[in-house]
């Protein structure tokens, strides 16, 4: 089954004092364009949790981020008293203010708190993962969900294109029988007889040239290939692309050959199908 490139994951995990939530988001991309935003503590451990993104996601342009609430009363940042003293003791020769005015300008000023930095615990850290785990659970089933819609589609046009050439297989006969009268007219207008055999020469000539019969068996085989490719273990966007490309070419072939209003008209609808699931395949997997 495929799986579209375009996802969303959350979970969240409760520690005694944080709390650690983490959001997944991925659209379409030809390779895996990840963007990671998270605190700068846990900035050390942030190739390890791009590895286990890549691994799982494979494709698409990811964004993940990384959020920690603080639900204790501790705290990383202290005041840093000698600093702010000092920058109170130089405003005071630069303003005439009371104290309190004084503080409100020296704690703005820079290292006027100090952060002190904490160790990530290792505990803490596989509660990370594990939530990041769970997310990128919960991505994957939304990419499945939306690769299904996606598969509907598919075989949904697959289906329009197969009934249009059969359309086409119809219409065929008297193509042809039209390319052996107009072929009639012009050599009866240029008032000249009519040789028979040289007639049946040229005729032949033409109907080989006009002939689809080869391109109407290998469109066929290509859409029966597309959908099969579509229920398979190892169908990607990639391998449906070139599929694709093969049934275009096909088609064109026969627009190119048709000379036949109705027929052009058929191969017309055709391109604006196989156009709908070419937009479509830029988002699988």
């Not at 000023?109 to 160790?119: G, I, Y």
């Amino acid at each position: 089954m495929i799986q579209s490139m375009t996802g969303f994951g959350k979970s969240t995990i409760q520690l005694p004092t944080k709390k650690i939530s983490i959001e997944i988001k991925s659209l379409n991309s030809k390779s895996l364009d990840l963007n990671a935003r998270m605190p700068n503590q846990y900035r050390e451990k942030e190739l390890d949790m791009r590895k286990l993104i890549a691994s799982s996601l494979m494709r698409g342009k990811v964004d993940f981020s990384l959020y920690i609430e603080t639900t204790s009363d501790d705290t990383t940042s202290a005041i840093n008293s000698e600093v702010v003293k000092s920058y109170m003791q130089q405003l005071k020769q630069v303003v005439a203010s009371d104290d309190t005015e004084l503080l409100k300008m020296a704690i703005k000023m820079p290292d006027a708190l100090k952060t002190v930095r904490e160790e990530i615990d290792e505990t803490e850290y596989d509660s990370i993962l594990n939530t990041l785990k769970e997310a990128l659970v919960e991505i994957n089933r939304f990419r499945t969900d939306e690769g299904k819609a996606l598969e509907d589609d598919f075989n949904l046009r697959i289906s329009n294109i197969k009934n249009l050439l059969e359309e086409v297989i119809k219409v065929d006969p008297d193509r042809i029988n039209q390319v052996k009268e107009r072929l009639r007219k012009g050599i009866e207008e240029l008032k000249e007889s009519v040789d028979e055999n040289r007639f049946e020469q040229e005729l032949v000539y033409y109907i080989e040239k006009y002939d689809i019969t080869e391109e109407k068996t290998r469109l066929d085989n290509h859409l029966s290939y597309f959908t099969e490719t579509i229920n398979s273990a190892d169908s990607n966007g990639k391998k449906l692309g070139f599929i694709s490309q093969e049934i275009g070419r096909e088609i064109n072939t026969i627009g190119s050959k048709s000379n036949y209003a109705p027929m052009q008209q058929l191969v017309v609808q055709m391109k604006d199908e196989l156009e709908k699931i070419k937009e479509q395949l830029l988002n699988v997997l």
